[in-house]
């Protein structure tokens, strides 16, 4: 695969899918209102849980998005994998 992925599609495909994480998903709370419900049915006070409640945050990795950091990242990231040693 790391022929066929050049190393700047690889950042940008990093630093989409970090943006992706947190965006609206229809199933995500599709899910959680499942969860919601078979919660519901086992605590004291039914009102009290909320579908949001169960909705799952992820945070963004540093490091990643910054222009001025992904060429050097995306350099040391194949280099590594490669087992080529960095000149300079």
Known sequence: M???T???EFVEWI???DMD???FHREDY???QIAAEVRRGRVKD?????TEDLLIKFKFRSGWATPA?????SKSFWLGS???????
């Open 15 to 17: 630093a989409y899918l």
């Open 30 to 32: 599709y899910l959680a």
């Open 2 to 4: 790391q022929e066929l």
């Open 46 to 50: 039914p009102s009290r849980v909320r």
């Open 21 to 23: 994480v947190n965006a």
């Open 69 to 73: 950091n992904n060429l050097e990242t």
């Open 6 to 8: 050049t190393a700047t």
């Open 82 to 88: 490669l087992g080529v040693k960095k000149e300079g």
